[in-house]
């Protein structure tokens, strides 16, 4: 069965702290993706990556880095964390040109005390 | 970053109660999604639709890619207590950003057993 593996379902952190959410797929897909979730809110895009090394600002980029060394792995790092990151974070994946929409994985809820 | 207009926001049904959602753009999308998020999870894809005025079930479900391709909708008869969660629109155009998916804001769905 394919997936999207987020490394964690549920973290707490520190205000201050650097924290890095690790995202895998083993579908070989280009494309990847980290959103942000709120009620209310939606899904918001924070970063992309279409390719490794390659990345692009989402919508609401600003607080976060990415990082893709390998095809498989986009990782998203939150250089010093603040109470208003505290979200879910979903990391998705595609092929690139097929039309297919995004395979999601199973989200990080984030909490920053 | 743009968003679908998805109505409603949320529902509160009865079990075996259908249920309908739509989503509209100001702009033509060539792929139209619908995903389902359960409680604590990320979102997983329903229905894909790729031609205007396509029809598409699966199971219980019904979408359907509007004439104009600016609009989709979704159906669900007979709805029983797992129906539960947030159902999200999306759609994806071809061409230079066709990686990028555009969603509604979800519309929150409750069945009262």
């Known amino acids: 069965d394919v997936k999207v593996t987020q490394s964690s379902r549920y973290l707490v952190k520190r205000t201050g702290e650097k924290v890095f959410l690790e995202c895998v797929q083993d579908?070989?897909?280009?494309?990847m993706f980290w959103y942000r979730q709120d009620p209310g809110l939606g899904l918001r895009l924070i970063y992309f990556?279409?390719?490794?090394?390659?990345?692009e600002k989402g919508d609401i980029p600003e607080g976060y880095s990415v990082s893709r060394e390998k095809k498989e792995r986009f990782s998203l790092i939150l250089e010093s964390a603040s109470t208003n990151q505290t979200s879910m974070y979903l990391c998705?994946?595609?092929?690139?040109?097929?039309?297919?929409?995004?395979?999601f994985g199973s989200g990080t809820r984030l909490t920053v005390v | 970053g743009q968003q679908l207009n998805q109505s409603p926001q949320s529902m509160f049904i009865q079990e075996g109660e259908d249920v309908s959602m739509n989503c509209t753009s100001s702009?033509?999308?060539?792929?139209w999604l619908w995903y389902k998020q359960d409680p604590g999870e990320g979102p997983v894809l329903l229905i894909a639709?790729?031609?205007?005025?396509e029809l598409t079930s699966n199971g219980r479900l019904t979408a359907q890619f509007g004439i104009t391709r600016k609009d989709s909708f979704l159906n669900i008869s007979a709805s029983i207590p797992s129906d539960v969660g947030i159902y999200f629109c999306?759609?994806?155009?071809?061409?230079?950003?066709?990686?990028?998916?555009?969603f509604g804001k979800g519309t929150l769905l409750t069945v009262n057993p």
């Open positions: 998705a994946s595609s092929s690139a040109g097929t039309g297919r929409g995004y395979t």
């Open positions: 579908m070989d897909h280009e494309n």
């Open positions: 990556s279409y390719d490794v090394k390659m990345k």
């Open positions: 702009s033509i999308f060539n792929t």
């Open positions: 639709l790729y031609k205007a005025g």
């Open positions: 999306a759609g994806q155009r071809s061409g230079g950003s066709n990686y990028k998916l555009t």
